[in-house]
T-cell receptor, first 113, second 118 residues
């Protein structure tokens, strides 16, 4: 079966522009997570979705970051008014249930110029 | 708060040597899960193992083995007879008991870059 997919693989944008990153979880997985991997901060949790419950947004670094998950499947992470410090690899993971093993996608490498 | 420490930033070994990657964790939960992931140069995080806090049995999978010791809050990973293909960054991670109602995210260590030389 297909794993977690993410698009685009790479994104270069100018400071101040908005970007959308997409994640397709493994089919049937109810839990979806976004993480960010940057040189200075390592791997950081951003947001978590579980079924139809309200998302856990405790890891979002600022109000410029938001995410949604439509139909309990595909998720989009949006960064508004991008800043250079937003440059990082954004990783999506899914698991069959909350707390089960998370399987990661290949990531989106974001570069803000 | 959870914390995972991987004190070894980089390790370099020659092929066929054994190598152990250290992981020390902190948590207030009595029920938690520990993980190891591999990140090869391609960048994708590959799941290796998941262990719950009630299972302290060591595990072996081929050339890989894991030593979980609650007394020292450690979950170390050993690669026996290392190969060049083992070269990657290895991350140890911790998650709280999913039934606690709190966030279910992984807390990662900073990773250990393993280089296996031919």
């Amino acid at each position: 079966g297909a794993g977690v997919s993410q698009s685009p693989s790479n994104k270069v944008t100018e400071k101040g522009k908005d970007v959308e990153l997409r994640c397709d979880p493994i089919s049937g997985h109810t839990a979806l997570y976004w993480y960010r991997q940057s040189l200075g901060q390592g791997l950081e949790f951003l947001i978590y979705f579980q079924g139809n419950s309200a998302p856990d947004k405790s890891g979002l670094p600022s109000d410029r970051f938001s995410a949604e998950r439509t139909g309990g499947s595909v998720s989009t992470l949006t960064i508004q008014r991008t800043q250079q410090e937003d440059s990082a690899v954004y990783l999506c993971a899914s698991s069959s249930l909350a707390g089960e093993t998370q399987y990661f996608g290949p990531g989106t490498r974001l570069l803000v110029l | 708060a959870q914390k995972v420490t991987q004190a070894q930033t980089e390790i370099s070994v020659v092929e066929k040597e054994d190598v152990t990657l250290d992981c020390v964790y902190e948590t207030r939960d009595t029920t938690y899960y520990l993980f190891w992931y591999k990140q090869p140069p391609s960048g994708e995080l590959v799941f290796l193992i998941r262990r719950n806090s009630f299972d302290e049995q060591n595990e072996i999978s081929g050339r890989y083995s894991w030593n979980f010791q609650k007394s020292t809050s450690s979950f170390n990973f050993t690669i026996t007879a290392s190969q060049v293909v083992d070269s990657a960054v290895y991350f140890c991670a911790l998650s709280e008991d999913f039934s606690s109602g709190s966030a279910r995210q992984l807390t990662f260590g900073s990773g250990t870059q393993l280089t296996v030389l031919p």
